[in-house]
């Protein structure tokens, strides 16, 4: 096989909450990878320096700012996206947010919330290009999930909910887009170095991430790019419903590394 099947030369590829962190790793390597990127975010400015850097690095990219939540915006921003480019080949839906609080305590404005970006605006934006990829017979819908779409923890139970959500979502929207050559699959990270886990860094999750990961340590957001380049790219061609969960191991590790005493079993 030809490496040009991971060639995303002459796509569009729009990906949300690229302003930082995941998405604008994801973003930076869709263009890497020849796609031009529309690269989203909340904040305009972020977005702004987003696309700033990644044609600094001779890529191509627009700043594209708008609430992912806002069901009528990004209809509109699809809408005008199509018109001036004639395509939308990629929706690499990213934007997320993580609220950690207790059940006592986290409401149900924290619920919606996080539902409301993590799950709701995925559906909105996938609806939205629905038609367009439809009509051109091909498109590639990415989630991004988590290992919290497969597994779970503690204190963070909309986060959990919703991404089980996306999990779900990609399983379904694989099924009834299939027919007409767009796939739905999602990616799922594990513990990554970004602003989402800022608070973290310094207390005892950070060394009990490190502890549960077979390869004992946090990872970067780059180490993402490949799994989502794939799935973006011809190579992926007969790949839909499907997470590739890129969590160092996490996810298929029952005890601490550290805590098994490896001699008991031989
Ligand atoms: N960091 C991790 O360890 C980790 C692990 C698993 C999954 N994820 C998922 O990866 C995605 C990105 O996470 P991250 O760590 O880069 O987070 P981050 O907080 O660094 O970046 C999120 C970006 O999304 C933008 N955003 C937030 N709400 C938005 C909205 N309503 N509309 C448009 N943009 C919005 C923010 O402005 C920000 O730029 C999320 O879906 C998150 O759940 C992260």
Known sequence: MSLNRFSLDGRVALVTGAGRGIGRSLAEGFAGAGAKVLVNDLHPEMAAEAADAIRAQGGTAEPLAFDVTDTAAAEDVVARVIAEHDRI???MNNAGILIRKPVESHDMDDWNRVVGINLSALYGLSRAVTPHMKQKGRGRIINTGSTMSVSSRPGVISYVAAKHGVLGLTRGLAAELGPHGIT????????ILTEMNKKVLGTDL?????DRTPLARWAAPEELQGAAIFLASDAASFVTGQIIVVDGGMTTNVFLTESVDLGVAS
């Open 89 to 91: 080949d990629i929706l």
């Open 184 to 191: 739905v699959n999602a990616i799922g990270p594990g513990y």
């Open 206 to 210: 950070e060394q009990i991430v490190i």
